[in-house]
């Protein structure tokens, strides 16, 4: 009954079933990629504006909370002797908010200055300077890279409803039964076994 409920639930290709109506994702891929790229976009383009807006508010909401918390010094990437920052692969999950640290990180790996503000999601120049991050913001620096790397996840999950459509409500095991009833109407349910037959098979 799984398998039937699955089915129906996708339509087409890019049309989807959503509480009973049906929902014209449009173009899935496409909408994935704008989801990634702007918190919402995926959602705008397939006219589900109210999800959008939503979408929207709440992760760059808790992404720009993120970086006053630590006066925007929170999102960079580095992979080198001074700090791996793996925070920032999740960061990175919110599209182009936080591809400014990418490309000043290859610029700087490249011998170039930064494109933007030396103090813009650039990666600190030794453990000193890091250690001095967390000594201006106290806890913010800390708590400002967990905001971030939420909104970054939070993002992840709108791509997946961008790109698959909201998830299908779980079917309950009646409904199931009664359904495959109504479709099979001489199939007879399986009897419950006796307990003479229980005490036969111990």
Same mark, same amino acid.
């Given at each position: 009954?799984?398998?039937?409920?699955?089915?129906? !639930? %996708? #339509?087409?290709?890019?049309?989807?079933?959503?509480? @009973?109506?049906?929902?014209?994702? =449009?173009?899935?891929?496409? !909408? %994935? #990629?704008?989801?990634?790229?702007?918190?919402?976009? @995926?959602?705008?383009?397939?006219? =589900?504006?109210?999800?959008? !807006?939503?979408?929207?508010?709440?992760?760059?909401?808790?992404?720009?909370?993120?970086?006053?918390?630590?006066?925007?010094?929170?999102?960079?990437?580095?992979?080198?002797?001074?700090?791996?920052?793996?925070?920032?692969?999740?960061?990175?999950?919110?599209?182009?908010?936080?591809m400014p640290a990418a490309i000043q990180a290859w610029r700087l790996r490249g011998g170039e200055r930064p494109l933007w503000s030396e103090n813009f999601m650039t990666a600190p120049r030794s453990t000193r300077d890091l250690d001095d991050f967390n000594r201006k913001t106290a806890s913010g620096f800390d708590m400002g890279t967990l905001y971030t790397m939420v909104a970054g996840l939070l993002n992840i999950l709108v791509i997946f409803d961008a790109f698959a459509g909201p998830l299908p409500p779980p079917v309950a095991k009646k409904r199931e039964r009664e359904a495959d009833e109504e479709a099979d109407p001489g199939a007879k349910p399986n009897p419950a076994p006796s307990a003479s037959n229980a005490r036969a098979k111990t």
């Open positions: 009954m799984m398998a039937k409920a699955g089915a129906a !639930a %996708a #339509v087409s290709d890019n049309i989807v079933l959503a509480d @009973g109506e049906p929902l014209n994702l =449009r173009n899935r891929h496409l !909408a %994935a #990629v704008l989801a990634w790229l702007i918190p919402g976009a @995926g959602h705008f383009y397939q006219r =589900r504006y109210f999800k959008s !807006a939503v979408f929207s508010v709440c992760i760059f909401s808790c992404f720009i909370l993120g970086m006053l918390m630590a006066g925007g010094r929170c999102v960079y990437a580095s992979w080198n002797e001074t700090e791996k920052r793996w925070q920032y692969v999740l960061q990175a999950g919110i599209g182009l908010p936080a």
